[in-house]
C-alpha cells in the first residue's frame, strides 16, 4: 500500500490545449487592460502609459526643443533672382555667367562652354561679376535699330564700374556702323570688344569671367630687375640685334647712354657687328620720331610763252620765299631717342640724382664689406711697405 501512494505522487499531469490558452489569456489580461487588437496595433497612448515609468528614473532627461525649419522667416536676399526651375545656390551664381531672359534663343549661348551660365532676371545680358556687365550687339541688328545700344546703356546707369559692349561684326559694310557703335561707347564709358564670331564672343564672355578676381600685373610682362635684361630687353627691339651683340656692347661701352652717344665708327670697332647692325643701331637713336613725308608741289600747266625769264624779278621772290620755307625746315629741332631721354632726365633731375646715390650707396657698401673681409691682406701690404 505504501508503495502505491508513493507512485500515485509522482504523477505529472499534463494540462489540454484550451486550458492553456485559457491561463495565457488570463495573464495578458491582466498584465495588459487593453483588448488583444491594442497588442498588435498599439495606440499611443497604450505606449506612453506601458513607457511611463522611464520619465520618473533618474537617467531621464528631456530632450531639446526642435527648431522646424518651415517656422523660420524668408529673407529677401535668401531667394535668388534666377526664375529657372532648379534655383542655384548662391557660391553657384558667383561663379557662373547669369545670362538675362532677353537672351534665350540666341546662338552665342552654345559657345559658352568653359563657364557655367545661368538665366536669371537682370537689367543687362550677361552679368559677368558683381561690377562687371556686358552688352550683346549685333551689328546687323544695330542697322534696324540704331538707338537700342544708347537705351540699354542709360537702363544700367552707375551700377557697374566695368560695362562692356560686346559686338558681333556680321556684316560687310562695317565702316559706318562700327564708327557709330564706337562713339556711342567712348561716349558712355563703356569698353568696346569686337568679335567677328560667335566662338570669338563667347570666348571673350569666357575670358572676363575667369579672370574676374584676378591681378593686373598677370597679364603683363615680367622682366628681370637686373640691369643686364633691361639692356638685352631694349637693344634686341632693334632689328638683327641679338644678345650676344648686346652683352658685347654692354662690355665694351658700359650702358646704353654711351652706346646712344657712340659714332657709326665706335660701333663698328665691336666684334661681331657688321655694317648692317651698325646703321640699324645708330638710325634707331638719331632717327625723328615723326618721318618727314615729301610734299609734292602741284606745278601749274602753263605754256612756255607765259613763263618768266630766269632773270626777271618774280623769279627771284619764288626763289626767296622757298629759301626761307627751307631755312625755317633747317630751324626746326629734330626729336629723337636721344634728345627726348635728355629732356626727361631734365625735368625729374632728383629722381635721377636719387637714383644714382642708391646705387652709389650699394657699391660703397660692397668696397667696405671686401674690405673687411680681407684685413690680413691690408695688414702684410703695409709691413711690406
Not at 485559457?22 to 488583444?36: D, H, N, R
Not at 556680321?170 to 564670331?197: M, Y
Not at 659714332?263 to 655694317?275: K, N, T, V, W
Not at 618727314?292 to 627771284?316: D, F, L, M, Y
Request: glycine share 4%; charged share 25%.
Amino acid at each position: 500500500m505504501e508503495d502505491g501512494e508513493k507512485k500515485k505522487s509522482f504523477v505529472i499531469q499534463i494540462p489540454s490545449y484550451e486550458e492553456v490558452m485559457e491561463s495565457s489569456q488570463s495573464k495578458t489580461t491582466s498584465l495588459f487592460p487593453s483588448s488583444s487588437s491594442s497588442l498588435v496595433n498599439p495606440t499611443p497612448s497604450s505606449f506612453s502609459q506601458a513607457f511611463k515609468f522611464v520619465k520618473d528614473s533618474e537617467f531621464y532627461s528631456p530632450p531639446p526643443p526642435t527648431s522646424h525649419p518651415s517656422s523660420r522667416p524668408v529673407n529677401s536676399s535668401d531667394v535668388t533672382a534666377s526664375p529657372s526651375s532648379s534655383t542655384p545656390s548662391s557660391s553657384t551664381n558667383r561663379n557662373a555667367i547669369l545670362v538675362s531672359n532677353r537672351q534665350k534663343g540666341n546662338p552665342l549661348l552654345k559657345h559658352i562652354r568653359n563657364v557655367r551660365w545661368a538665366f536669371a532676371d537682370i537689367v543687362c545680358d550677361y552679368l559677368l561679376g558683381p561690377n562687371t556687365c556686358a552688352l550683346y550687339l549685333s551689328l546687323r541688328y544695330h542697322l534696324l535699330h540704331p538707338d537700342y545700344l544708347y537705351f540699354r546703356i542709360r537702363e544700367l546707369q552707375k551700377n557697374f564700374r566695368l560695362r562692356i559692349v560686346l559686338c558681333h561684326v556680321d556684316v560687310e559694310d562695317v565702316v559706318k556702323p562700327l564708327l557709330e557703335v564706337t562713339r556711342t561707347s567712348l561716349l558712355h564709358d563703356c569698353t568696346l570688344l569686337c568679335g567677328w564670331s560667335l566662338e570669338e564672343c563667347g570666348r571673350y564672355l569666357e575670358t572676363v569671367k575667369v579672370y574676374e578676381n584676378k591681378p593686373a600685373d598677370l597679364i603683363q610682362g615680367q622682366m628681370d630687375g637686373d640691369y643686364l635684361s633691361r639692356l638685352n630687353h631694349a637693344l634686341t627691339a632693334i632689328r638683327h640685334v641679338n644678345k650676344t651683340d648686346v652683352v658685347t656692347l654692354g662690355s665694351i661701352f658700359g650702358s646704353l647712354s654711351h652706346v646712344m652717344d657712340a659714332s657709326m665708327e665706335d660701333l663698328a670697332r665691336c666684334p661681331g657687328i657688321g655694317e648692317r647692325k651698325v646703321k640699324r643701331l645708330y638710325d634707331a637713336f638719331h632717327e625723328p620720331f615723326k618721318r618727314e613725308v615729301p610734299k609734292r608741289q602741284c606745278i601749274p600747266e602753263t605754256s612756255v610763252a607765259n613763263e618768266p625769264h630766269p632773270g626777271s624779278s618774280s623769279g627771284k621772290e619764288d626763289e626767296k620765299e622757298i629759301g626761307d620755307a627751307s631755312n625755317c625746315e633747317k630751324k626746326e629741332p629734330e626729336v629723337t631717342v636721344k634728345s627726348a631721354l635728355s629732356a626727361a632726365f631734365a625735368k625729374y633731375p632728383h629722381k635721377v640724382a636719387r637714383m644714382k646715390n642708391k646705387s652709389q650707396e650699394k657699391e660703397d657698401g660692397k668696397s667696405s664689406a671686401n674690405e673687411e673681409a680681407n684685413p690680413g691682406d691690408m695688414n702684410d701690404d703695409s709691413k711690406e711697405g
